[in-house]
């Protein structure tokens, strides 16, 4: 079931931050899909697509062995636009809920020592990494993260209605 089907997010107002994109019912569950918007989407450059890469694996893994929250983990991948990632979590947490394992992702960038699963067997596009360039977005979106944990703009999307195409289909970005 879509609970917010009729508004989208105004990317001209958006700042970065930990969003609810949307709530849906999976079989009895409820599943949340966030949005970790890491840039300013068209006010600032987007993220360098190899340092992306390497924050999707870097990430994704700590993730996904985090022993608190491991079990409720469905999915993290970054944005088409650069601009941050996706991450789907059982339940229908607050972004302030998710703030703190938020911060400790992006913090665990920081002392990784290679990129794991960085290899042919393991990665569609393996020599496309930047470990010191994911360092330094990490570091700069954790940092901010810290300074506005009590900006309540970091956890709402401005809201627009739903784009509406000549051909009567509704535009969706994921
Ligand atoms: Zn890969």
Not at 15 to 27: A, C, T
Not at 119 to 147: D, Q, R, V
Not at 148 to 163: A, G, H, M, V
Request: with cysteine; net charge negative.
């Amino acid at each position: 079931m879509e609970l917010i089907a009729s508004f989208s997010v105004d990317h001209t107002k958006i700042v970065p931050g930990i969003f609810v994109s949307r709530e849906d019912n999976v079989g009895d569950s409820m599943v949340t899909t966030y949005d970790i918007r890491v840039t300013r989407p068209n006010r600032e450059p987007a993220i360098d697509v190899a340092a992306m890469h390497t924050l999707e694996h870097i990430i994704a893994t700590f993730l996904r062995n985090d022993t608190d929250w491991k079990d409720d983990i469905i999915y993290w991948g970054p944005m088409g636009c650069l601009t941050g990632f996706y991450l789907i979590l059982k339940g229908n947490r607050s972004p302030k809920d998710i703030y703190g394992l938020i911060l400790k992702a992006f913090e665990s960038v920081k002392s990784a020592e290679s990129v794991p699963g960085a290899t042919p067997e393991n990665c569609g596009h393996y020599l496309m990494h930047n470990l010191e360039m994911a360092k330094w977005y990490a570091a700069k979106f954790a940092n901010y993260l810290i300074s506005n944990s009590e900006n309540d703009e970091i956890f709402l999307y401005p809201k627009t209605e739903r784009l509406i195409m000549d051909d009567n289909q509704k535009f969706y970005d994921s």
